[in-house]
């Protein structure tokens, strides 16, 4: 059955990874399941035709058959339940690397995003400049935990699992803010993400869209 995801007609980061599709077109690629990709403008993923798929008009968005998806950690989910490669077999392992994929949405993204909204949308705030310093502490103080829990190893559970393609996906969101720099770990663990074949021919495969030349991954 053809599996279809949406994405940006033209993303906002120009084909920097950080649009959600990335991390959709990198789980099907782990799983070596070929996609078709169907590219929205912004009033389009507005209109009732997307608005029946993303109830929040957002991408990505996933069909496949008569089943359609949205919210990536959800259709991640999906992809590592429906074919091998991202989840562990064994049940309490498997139960492990589905908690790190809610805690990638659920605990680090949302301190992350502040601090995206924070630098982009509000930095001509008056009270911006006083406010960034605990947005950044928060974002910190996760990071501080995560890293600290890493520790050496190379991913968070064990074997690279969906719950690290998630992380991954989140933490590179804070590439250019510099703050991961400062927990080494989480850097090579990130760079370690963006290292995999399949993450590159995802990232390739965005970038094209963006740039209007074949992926060369
Ligand atoms: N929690 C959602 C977030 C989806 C999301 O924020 N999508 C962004 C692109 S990465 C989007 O569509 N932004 C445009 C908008 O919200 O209008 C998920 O993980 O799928």
Not at 152 to 157: I, N, R, V
């Given at each position: 059955m053809t599996i279809t995801i949406t994405a940006f007609e033209r993303s906002p980061d120009g084909g920097k990874g950080l649009a959600r599709d990335t991390r959709i077109r990198w789980a099907l690629e782990e799983v070596g399941q070929p996609y078709e990709v169907r590219l929205v403008s912004f009033r389009a993923m507005k209109e009732p035709a997307h608005l029946a798929v993303h109830p929040f008009g957002q991408i990505p968005t996933y069909e496949e058959g008569e089943l359609a998806l949205f919210e990536t950690g959800a259709i991640v989910f999906h992809i590592a339940q429906r074919h091998?490669?991202?989840?562990?077999?064994?049940a309490n392992a498997r139960a492990r690397a589905i908690a790190w994929m809610f805690a990638a949405v659920n605990t680090m993204e949302p301190p992350i995003l502040e601090l995206g909204n924070a630098r982009l949308l509000e930095s001509d705030k008056p009270w911006n400049k006083e406010r960034m310093p605990l947005v950044e502490d928060r974002v910190r103080s996760r990071l501080k935990q995560l890293s600290a829990r890493l520790g050496?190893?190379?991913?968070?559970?064990g074997a690279f699992s969906a719950g690290d393609l998630m992380m991954v996906s989140v933490l590179l969101r804070l590439k250019a803010s510099g703050?991961?720099?400062?927990f080494p770990n989480l850097s090579a663990y990130v760079a370690r993400g963006e290292a995999r074949p399949a993450y590159k021919r995802a990232f390739a495969a965005q970038l094209a869209v963006n740039t209007g030349k074949p992926p060369t991954a």
């Open positions: 091998p490669g991202l989840l562990p077999v064994d050496h190893a190379d991913w968070l559970d703050i991961l720099d400062e």
